[in-house]
């Protein structure tokens, strides 16, 4: 089964603060990706969240295999790319203008079956081979 995606776009807050809350669920497995956003105390973790569940659900409607087991699911790539930029004036003393921009940002979380690597055999098997190698060369 290849990976799933999901990505949520023009999300209203800067990509900075998107990004502190993004690196903490890279690389870790599903319910502990979503244990560390429903508990995390900053908004973006809110949309990320949802971003994650959305991507889980792919995978599932996805797999030809049946029924995924979310266990075994973890989060492959997970990044934030800037959206567009609102400018706004705000009024200052003077007759001047300041400039605001409000920032926006787009979420892409990729999640993928962990594969279980085979155990290597015992390191028994080493000196096997170098009486093997030996006995070529002469």
């Known amino acids: 089964m290849a990976q799933a995606r999901a990505i949520n776009r023009y999300i209203g807050s800067?990509?900075?603060?998107m990004r502190l809350v993004i690196d903490l669920i890279r690389g870790k497995s599903v319910p502990d990706a979503l244990n560390i956003l429903h508990y995390s105390p900053k908004h973006p973790a809110k949309v990320a969240e949802k971003v994650l569940r959305s991507a889980v659900s792919n995978y599932q409607n996805n797999d030809e295999e049946g029924r995924t087991d979310v266990e075994t699911l973890?989060?492959?790539e997970a990044f934030v790319d800037p959206g567009p930029s609102m400018k706004r004036v705000l009024p200052a003393p003077m007759g001047r203008a300041f400039r605001i921009q409000k920032r926006s940002n787009?979420?892409?979380?990729?999640?993928?079956?962990?594969?279980?690597?085979?155990?290597?055999?015992?390191?028994?098997?080493a000196p096997a081979a170098k009486a093997a190698k030996k006995t070529t060369k002469e």
């Open 14 to 17: 800067s990509p900075r603060k």
């Open 74 to 76: 973890f989060v492959k």
């Open 106 to 125: 787009h979420v892409t979380i990729i999640v993928d079956k962990r594969v279980e690597r085979a155990k290597k055999t015992p390191r028994a098997a």
